[in-house]
Structure formats: structure tokens, C-alpha cells
């Protein structure tokens, strides 16, 4: 299995602080089945305002890091795009994005306001020949009222990948209920750890095993594979 919604990179978002957490939450998922990995830290101007230097820099970190002490990593990266005023200057420029593989890229919505140009945003990536990845969409609480905008976010051209932690209670019934919901209808392309920290890989652990993601992976037909590099 491949996982490539993760924030296992050192010191530069909300998860992994340093190398030797990132080497812990490595071999976390590797317990778990994920033999290949693709890191993608947030990108939000407000909170993480990184780029393609500042990721270049912790990846580059953690493999030194984990080299020196004896440990050897593989591992892409890619980014975790918030969808605001910085991402839209980075389309209206034409920046390169960094991808997931070819040209899909994962975005995400604030979690706090329902975002009001997702339209706009969807044709300009389109228009530039990205395919957009939306993040745990389930987690978006003001769509819960309007679980038919699901469709629409298809309609759109977005995939959708869930956050596994959402098919159990971690984050709230409510999420729960939405994305069992979306898995029953067939609504998710993917699915990922979304891994930021030792809770997260403890829960992982508490409610899954290898054997059980593999056979959820190969029940709904997760397209994570199309991502790989191998």
C-alpha cells in the first residue's frame, strides 16, 4: 500500500517535530503495510507558509538525519495545499505545484469557513492540467448538511480521499457517520493515514492492522497504487 497524505517531515508544520519522531511514525506505517510513502506537508500561508525550498530542506534533513543514525528511508514528497488567497497567486503566476505524480495534486479546505471560490479554484487547476485530490472531506463539517455537495465536488473534477482514522470515532461521530456514508456510495478515489503524530499512529494501530487495510484498500478499490513510482 502506498500512503501520500502524511506529515512525517521534521519541523516544519503541525506534525513530526523532529528526525527521530519521523523515523518512529515511519516505521509505524511500514507496520501497518504502507510500503511506500510520500510525504506532503502543509502549505498555508497564514500557519506554514512553505514551498518547494523549505520541503526540499527537511526531506533532505531527515535523510541525513536518519543516516546518520543508521537508518535508511524512502520516500517522496509533495505538499498539502490549503486552497486561499497564496494558492490562488500560485495558479494565477503559474508556479509549479508540487505533485503527488504526474499531475495530481492534494489540496484541502479550511476546516473553520466553507470556501467560497471552490468553482474558480477547480477550473483554473484543471485548466493547467492538474487533477486536484481533495483531503478528508468528511472533516468539512459545514457540508454535513448538504451531503449531495459531495457530488458536486466530483462533478467538479475533484477525487476525494478519506482520512482512515474518519471511518472510526477520533474525530467525532458526526465525521464518523459522513464518511461511512461516502464509503458505502462509493464516493472516495483514495485513502490515506494523514499521519501527524504518535496519537495518530497509536489509534491507527488500536483500530487497524495490515491485514484489515489491505482488504479495506482492495474492497473499495483506492486507486492509491495509480501514485506509485516503482
Same mark, same amino acid.
Given at each position: 500500500?502506498?500512503?501520500?497524505?502524511?506529515?512525517?517531515?521534521?519541523?516544519?508544520?503541525?506534525?513530526?517535530?523532529?528526525?527521530?519522531?519521523?523515523?518512529?511514525?515511519?516505521?509505524?506505517?511500514?507496520?501497518?503495510?504502507?510500503?511506500?510513502?510520500?510525504?506532503?506537508?502543509?502549505?498555508?500561508?497564514?500557519?506554514?507558509?512553505?514551498?518547494?525550498?523549505?520541503?526540499?530542506?527537511?526531506?533532505?534533513?531527515?535523510?541525513?538525519?536518519?543516516?546518520?543514525?543508521?537508518?535508511?528511508?524512502?520516500?517522496?514528497?509533495?505538499?498539502? #495545499?490549503?486552497?486561499?488567497?497564496?494558492?490562488?497567486?500560485?495558479?494565477?503566476?503559474?508556479?509549479?505545484?508540487?505533485?503527488?505524480?504526474?499531475?495530481?495534486?492534494?489540496?484541502?479546505?479550511?476546516?473553520?469557513?466553507? @470556501?467560497?471560490?471552490?468553482?474558480?479554484?477547480?477550473?483554473?487547476?484543471?485548466?493547467?492540467?492538474?487533477? @486536484?485530490?481533495?483531503?478528508?472531506?468528511?472533516? #468539512?463539517?459545514?457540508?454535513?448538511?448538504?451531503?449531495?455537495?459531495?457530488?458536486?465536488?466530483?462533478?467538479?473534477?475533484?477525487?476525494?480521499?478519506?482520512?482512515?482514522?474518519?471511518?472510526? @470515532? #477520533? #474525530?467525532?461521530?458526526?465525521?464518523?457517520?459522513?464518511?461511512?456514508?461516502?464509503?458505502?456510495?462509493?464516493?472516495?478515489?483514495? *485513502?490515506?493515514?494523514?499521519?501527524?503524530?504518535?496519537?495518530?499512529?497509536?489509534?491507527?494501530?488500536?483500530?487497524?492492522?495490515?491485514?484489515?487495510?489491505? *482488504?479495506?484498500?482492495?474492497?473499495?478499490?483506492?486507486?492509491?497504487?495509480?501514485?506509485?513510482?516503482?
Amino acid at each position: 500500500m502506498l500512503d501520500f497524505h502524511n506529515h512525517l517531515l521534521p519541523g516544519i508544520d503541525d506534525g513530526s517535530p523532529n528526525v527521530e519522531t519521523s523515523i518512529s511514525l515511519f516505521h509505524g506505517l511500514k507496520s501497518l503495510g504502507f510500503s511506500e510513502i510520500i510525504c506532503s506537508p502543509h502549505i498555508i500561508a497564514d500557519t506554514h507558509p512553505n514551498n518547494p525550498e523549505t520541503i526540499g530542506n527537511a526531506a533532505q534533513l531527515l535523510k541525513s538525519g536518519a543516516q546518520d543514525l543508521g537508518v535508511e528511508l524512502d520516500f517522496r514528497f509533495a505538499a498539502e #495545499y490549503m486552497m486561499d488567497d497564496t494558492f490562488q497567486n500560485l495558479l494565477a503566476t503559474k508556479q509549479p505545484l508540487l505533485t503527488l505524480h504526474g499531475k495530481r495534486v492534494l489540496v484541502e479546505f479550511s476546516y473553520i469557513q466553507k @470556501p467560497s471560490r471552490v468553482e474558480n479554484f477547480s477550473f483554473e487547476l484543471q485548466i493547467q492540467g492538474y487533477e @486536484p485530490v481533495l483531503a478528508h472531506p468528511e472533516r #468539512y463539517m459545514y457540508y454535513h448538511k448538504q451531503i449531495g455537495f459531495y457530488e458536486h465536488l466530483k462533478d467538479l473534477g475533484f477525487e476525494l480521499q478519506l482520512n482512515l482514522l474518519s471511518l472510526t @470515532p #477520533y #474525530y467525532g461521530k458526526e465525521v464518523q457517520k459522513v464518511a461511512q456514508h461516502l464509503l458505502k456510495n462509493g464516493m472516495y478515489d483514495f *485513502a490515506c493515514t494523514d499521519m501527524h503524530h504518535e496519537r495518530h499512529l497509536q489509534a491507527m494501530q488500536h483500530h487497524f492492522t495490515a491485514e484489515s487495510l489491505e *482488504a479495506l484498500f482492495a474492497e473499495h478499490k483506492f486507486k492509491n497504487q495509480e501514485l506509485s513510482a516503482l
